[in-house]
């Protein structure tokens, strides 16, 4: 009885332990070893490993059995040893295929396994980058959610002093209208940021593989070098798994190339006849004449040609891309910090300053409670403006350093 009790809580313990609350590191850690996307590129790799084996070899030999010469008419006519030709057949042949051939088809399957290599980076750094974003995004919601609490906590306060003032005749009633239209507002705004959290979350569980994911710790600062960024385009994982795809597509050509050479085959057959005649050994070899090459091999190598030049153009288009994706987010990322600056030494502080001086103002009776609850209201939107623009500059940190710099370890 007592185990039956206590099995709830045990079937919750490891959910309860696998929750703990994730730092940056940690969610990037577990998004690398959780994301089914990340296995799946990397079982994909092991396949064209596994495959690479068997490229280049020779094929399988082939068995054959028989009956020549079985006679069917006449006097001998379906018997065994009725005809000196007649003969039980068994036999062995072997394809072999030009020296080229396969060392082409063994060059290609390498070029395969660099591609899934190339394509398994790619995919973990997309991961990290998406977890990143998710965490830092899930981090500023978390920041903004308690601000708006903040400052929702403190109008709620100047609620009974506006009743008061209209009770006593020193407010109009319908200034009371104004304090419970900035609650709303900000109500309005606190919805939104909930779902904000909750959107973050649900994409931070898609890669860490948390069901409802909790973080801690400081949000990362990540240093912005765009010279270094630049420098290391030629590194990009996209463009590395671009590159191999260009690799197995020039490899497609030599394959195409080696089929105008001719291919071997052998046989080997051991013939068994009546006892009265001998047996019978024959052997044999085929080889392939490719007389027609224009019309079948030529067009083929004209086909891994064109491939191969689509993927030296996928490659250049793809590095022309990243390298203009990187310039725009360098030139975003100056924009926002500006901003954020702006905000933090000009906005913010001159919001703080107003909210003060309209609240020694309402204090001495030379405002009313309106103005104090309108210069609340812009601190508070004024400490949201600087919270969003430091969220947009957290994530273009992150996204330039993640997506073009070195891996964070």
């Given at each position: 009885m007592r185990f039956l009790l206590l099995a709830p809580l045990l079937a919750v313990l490891p959910a309860a332990a696998h929750a703990d609350p994730l730092t940056f590191d940690e969610a990037l850690t577990r998004a690398a070893?959780?994301?089914?996307s990340i296995k799946a590129r990397g079982l994909d790799?092991?396949?064209r490993r596994s495959a690479a084996t068997a490229a280049g070899r020779l094929p399988d030999p082939r068995l054959g059995v028989g009956l020549d010469n079985f006679p069917v008419s006449g006097p001998p006519a379906f018997t065994y040893a009725g005809?000196?030709?007649t003969m039980a057949r068994v036999g062995i042949s072997?394809?072999?295929?030009?020296?080229?051939?396969?060392?082409?088809?063994?060059?290609?399957?390498?070029?395969?396994?660099?591609?899934?290599?190339?394509?398994l980076i790619a995919e973990t750094r997309r991961v990290r980058v998406a977890t990143a974003l998710a965490w830092i995004d899930l981090a500023f919601a978390?920041?903004?959610?308690?601000a708006i609490d903040g400052v929702l906590a403190r109008l709620r306060e100047f609620v009974p002093?506006?009743?008061?003032?209209?009770a006593s005749g020193g407010s109009r009633p319908a200034q009371a209208l104004d304090i419970r239209q900035s609650i709303a507002g900000l109500e309005d705004r606190r919805s939104e940021v909930a779902a904000e959290v909750a959107r973050a979350k649900a994409v931070l569980a898609r890669w860490t593989g948390d069901a409802d994911p909790e973080i801690e710790g400081a949000i990362p600062d990540f240093a912005v070098d765009p010279a270094a960024l630049r420098a290391a385009i030629e590194r990009h994982p996209d463009l590395l798994a671009a590159i191999a795809r260009t690799r197995r597509a020039e490899a497609g050509i030599t394959v195409a190339r080696a089929g105008k050479r001719p291919d071997w085959s052998f046989d080997l057959s051991y013939g068994r006849r009546a006892e009265r005649y001998g047996d019978m050994v024959s052997v044999g070899a085929t080889v392939s004449l490719p007389l027609f090459t224009r019309k079948r091999q030529d067009p083929m190598i004209d086909a891994s040609v064109a491939d191969a030049g689509a993927a030296r153009a996928d490659e250049e288009d793809l590095r022309r891309g990243l390298l203009a994706d990187l310039e725009?987010?360098?030139?975003d990322h100056l924009m926002h910090h500006e901003q954020w600056m702006r905000a933090q030494s000009t906005l913010l502080p001159l919001a703080r300053q107003r909210a003060d001086l309209e609240i020694a103002s309402y204090s001495a009776g030379r405002a009313s409670l309106t103005d104090m609850i309108a210069a609340q209201t812009m601190l508070a939107d004024a400490s949201l403006t600087a919270l969003d623009r430091?969220?947009?500059v957290a994530r273009d940190g992150a996204r330039l350093a993640l997506t073009y710099g070195e891996d964070r370890s």
């Open positions: 070893a959780e994301a089914p790799a092991d396949a005809d000196s030709m072997q394809d072999v295929p030009n020296l080229a051939k396969r060392r082409a088809e063994a060059a290609r399957a390498r070029t395969e396994i660099g591609v899934a290599d190339a394509t978390e920041r903004r959610l308690t002093a506006s009743a008061a003032g209209i725009t987010g360098i030139a430091e969220a947009t």
